[in-house]
């Protein structure tokens, strides 16, 4: 089945240390999006792409950084530089780079500090 | 800058209860698109509805129903005859046409919706 493909599903990072999330979409979709959720808040936009080898930053971006080399892959790296990376991060796509079409969403990394 | 408001944080009803989600966006933009999603515990969103503004039409699927007001800039979310399966995190979000390409939903702090048996 088409779908998005978060992993791991929990990751823990030790104080100074970079993390990588995953991200992979088999539904052919040009965008591809990472947010972050806070309990009790709404989700927050931290990197988007609308095409392959670019990538634009989005309201929250310090402390993270994104690669887009292949349509299907939008990685997510949690950087040192964030100092509050708890959190849970979902990506998404959609099927084309307007504003009009809904984003389809991956299950979810809940990221932890230990 | 555009910005959705969900005043209600929790909300609770008994099974079979109709309950309303409200919703109030901000844009300085003509053409926008207003968004519903739900998130049961699970944490993946799922998308219910969106609406662009240009439609005022209500739309009702099953026992959801949706109720766009431009005029208070509203975009409420009824569910009727609630059900358990119901109680989820609904997020209302919004998207404007800034010419440049989707640039991601500004998202509500959305309302915890709790259905009891």
């Known amino acids: 089945d088409g779908g998005i493909t978060q992993s791991p599903k929990y990751l823990f990072r030790k104080e100074g240390q970079n993390v990588t999330l995953s991200c992979e979409q088999n539904l052919n979709h040009d965008a591809m999006y990472w947010y972050r959720q806070d309990p009790g808040q709404g989700l927050r936009l931290i990197y988007y792409s609308q095409i392959v080898n670019d990538f634009q930053k989005g309201d929250i971006a310090e402390g993270y950084s994104v690669s887009r080399e292949k349509k299907e892959s939008f990685p997510l790296t949690v950087t040192s530089a964030q100092k509050n990376p708890t959190a849970f991060y979902l990506c998404?796509?959609?099927?084309?780079?307007?504003?009009?079409?809904?984003?389809?969403f991956g299950d979810g990394t809940r990221l932890s500090i230990l | 800058a555009q910005k959705v408001t969900q005043a209600q944080t929790e909300i609770s009803v008994v099974e079979k209860e109709d309950v309303t989600l409200d919703c109030v966006y901000e844009?300085?933009?003509?053409?926008?698109?207003l968004f519903w999603y739900k998130q049961p515990p699970s944490g993946e969103l799922v998308f219910l509805i969106r609406?662009?503004?240009?439609?005022?039409q209500n739309e009702i699927s099953g026992r959801y129903s949706w109720n766009f007001q431009k005029s208070t800039s509203s975009f409420n979310f009824t569910i009727t005859a609630s059900q358990v399966v119901d109680s989820a995190v609904y997020f209302c979000?919004?998207?404007?046409?800034?010419?440049?390409?989707?640039?991601?939903?500004?998202f509500g702090k959305g309302t915890h919706l709790i259905i009891q048996p």
């Open positions: 998404a796509s959609s099927t084309s780079r307007e504003e009009d079409q809904p984003q389809h």
């Open positions: 844009t300085r933009d003509t053409t926008y698109y």
């Open positions: 609406r662009n503004s240009f439609d005022e």
């Open positions: 979000a919004l998207s404007e046409d800034s010419g440049g390409g989707a640039d991601g939903l500004t």
